[in-house]
């Protein structure tokens, strides 16, 4: 789903980077209402691990891939606001050092798989979560239809930005067809592993899970045959434990991810490819300016052995996205702190 640089106009190209960084900016400022000490370095993983995942593109159909895009499994993890954040820290390091997704075209990425997918899969599950039995099943089945419904919405959100700045003359029903027939299929995909992701989390730290607050189901006993809310003692409540068994769990997943089983991944294709060269709107696709990178393509420069180059590249991915997205989130933190103390 990454969009290259030449398949939008550079002026439509522009008004999406607006948005984006629009977005980007209000969502720095709801992320603090999001963030706490606990939940800082979580947001960091979260990034980490979206970038790890997407290295493992699945197939989908013959000759077609997909990969996560992360929009619905960072918004349920961790917050819509800070959601958006994640998956533009996730694109911005894949582009600036991976030459995945243009560098023109970022503000495309951002809001199509960024912003579109938080907005529409975080609404479905809310409301979903809404009408569901108030338990952590009901939060991983919604996780699931969120998931599913945001990769599809996404495909759309592109292909209206393609009706309006196209660089080629394909028919927009045409791409809108063939963009969301595939992405419905990668949308399985991604559901099932986000509802994975979800659960296992809400399995060892429901706590830490921002879709799950206020989601446990009160005690039941049972008086005269009838189930009725028990009335618990009052006491003062168990502080959280320390997150620090999860992430380190989760970074060790996310370097396994990226610098193993990543080797193993489709080499077919995505969705986006597959629907540009099929219909041809890739014929004004341009070089990415940071294709020379010693990253580019995901891969080591001058290391020949392909697995080796390509498990490197995928630890350092990591590395780096962890860093950057944990420090980003750190700030945003503090800032929130340093706010809630000038108020007082």
């Known amino acids: 789903m990454h969009v290259p640089d030449g398949f939008i106009n550079a002026p439509v190209s522009a008004v999406a980077g607006v948005v984006a960084a629009g977005a980007v900016a209000v969502s720095l400022r709801g992320a603090r209402r999001e963030l706490d000490e606990r939940t800082a370095p979580l947001a960091g993983l979260v990034a980490a691990f979206i970038f790890a995942v997407q290295m493992l593109n699945f197939?989908?159909?013959?000759?077609?891939?997909?990969?996560?895009l992360g929009g619905a499994l960072a918004a349920i993890l961790v917050g819509p606001w800070t959601g958006v954040l994640c998956v533009a820290v996730v694109l911005l390091m894949q582009g600036i050092l991976f030459a995945d997704g243009g560098l023109t075209a970022l503000g495309v990425n951002i809001t199509v798989m960024g912003v579109v997918t938080v907005v529409v899969a975080y609404a479905l599950f809310r409301g979903l979560v809404l009408v569901l039995p108030r338990t952590r099943r009901s939060v991983t089945a919604a996780s699931f239809v969120a998931a599913l419904v945001s990769v599809p919405a996404s495909a759309a959100a592109f292909t209206l930005i393609y009706a309006i700045g196209g660089t080629t003359d394909v028919p927009t029903s045409k791409v809108l067809t063939a963009m969301v027939g595939v992405h419905f299929l990668i949308g399985i995909g991604e559901a099932v592993i986000t509802m994975l992701t979800v659960g296992a989390v809400i399995a060892v730290r429901p706590d830490l899970v921002f879709g799950a607050r206020g989601l446990t189901t009160p005690l039941k006993l049972r008086v005269d045959g009838e189930l009725v809310d028990a009335q618990a003692p009052a006491a003062a409540p168990a502080a959280p434990g320390s997150p620090r068994k999860l992430w380190i769990g989760g970074v060790v997943t996310a370097l396994v991810l990226a610098g193993f089983v990543s080797f193993y991944a489709s080499a077919s294709p995505d969705g986006l490819e597959k629907v540009a060269a099929d219909k041809g709107?890739?014929?004004?696709?341009?070089?990415?300016a940071a294709a020379g990178s010693p990253l580019a393509d995901y891969g080591i420069k001058d290391v020949s052995n392909a697995r080796l180059s390509g498990g490197l590249a995928g630890v350092i991915g990591v590395g780096v996205t962890l860093a950057v997205g944990t420090g980003a989130f750190w700030v945003v933190r503090r800032r929130r702190t340093h706010q809630e103390a000038a108020a007082a």
């Open 281 to 288: 709107i890739d014929a004004k696709v341009e070089e990415h």
């Open 59 to 68: 197939p989908v159909a013959t000759g077609t891939s997909g990969h996560l």
